[in-house]
């Protein structure tokens, strides 16, 4: 396992700071991997195997981004792996609306192949966010759980339709990386301009890095 590097960044003082803000906080378990820093050494990144991680949401952050969604205000994860968890949430929600999630005892399964946003989905968001939030808040009731957890192996890449992130607090990555790919996939083709100047002012990179916010350009 590794540290989540881009929490390292929020020290009690900042955090404090946030919630006098207004800036509310929610928390979530993910369990990363080796497979995390592991290069895509394919010429295609459909060559490329992701690695599995386990993901435990408690019920109140659910409900939080529930209810961020519904109101309008942005979503923005704390690290790369934070992200792929939160969008995880969303394809989990939709596998109980098609009823494609196993369960047994009324206890489901939920799991993500790396590509089905892509491949089953056709890059789309077949239902609205908040109503995938909901399926899964409905799902915690039924079953009196007070987490949601599950393994994901959800690859983000250019062409992934995002559900709730807005934005992204991170490092800088190395090239070569699924986690470059997902910051791509975010902002668009201007990840190359943000690198350069990172690059030629001298930021620090990896894992005690500098950390930076990262907004998607404006449709």
């Known amino acids: 396992m590794a540290a989540p590097t881009a929490g390292l960044h929020f020290t009690e003082a900042l955090l404090a700071d946030l ?5 509310e906080q ?3 378990t993910l369990h990363v991997g080796a497979g995390t820093f592991k290069p895509v ?3 295609e ?3 490329h195997a992701m690695h599995r991680e386990y993901v435990s949401v408690p019920a109140r952050t659910v409900a939080a981004l529930r209810a961020a969604v519904e109101a309008g205000r942005p979503v923005v994860p704390v690290g790369t792996t934070s ?3 939160l969008e995880s949430l969303y394809w989990w929600g939709v596998s109980l609306l098609d009823g494609t999630v196993a369960a047994t005892d ?6 993500l192949a790396q590509w089905t946003p892509y491949e089953t989905y056709g890059g789309r968001l077949p239902y609205p966010p908040s109503e995938a939030l909901s399926a899964l808040e409905a799902y915690l009731q039924r079953t009196g759980a007070d987490t949601v957890s599950g393994y994901t192996a959800l690859m983000i890449a250019p062409g992934y339709p995002f559900a709730f992130c807005r934005g992204l607090i991170t490092n800088f990555h190395q090239p070569q990386s699924t986690l470059l790919l997902l910051v791509a996939a975010l902002v ?6 943000l690198y350069d100047y990172a690059l030629s002012h001298g930021f620090r990179f990896l894992s005690y890095g500098d950390g930076c916010l990262f907004w998607p350009p404006r449709p």
């Open 83 to 85: 992200m792929r968890s």
């Open 45 to 47: 990144i459909g060559g």
């Open 26 to 28: 929610a928390r979530l």
């Open 188 to 193: 668009g083709d201007g990840w190359r301009r």
């Open 106 to 111: 009324g206890v489901a399964s939920f799991g």
């Open 19 to 23: 919630t006098r803000k207004g800036i």
């Open 41 to 43: 050494k394919d010429g």
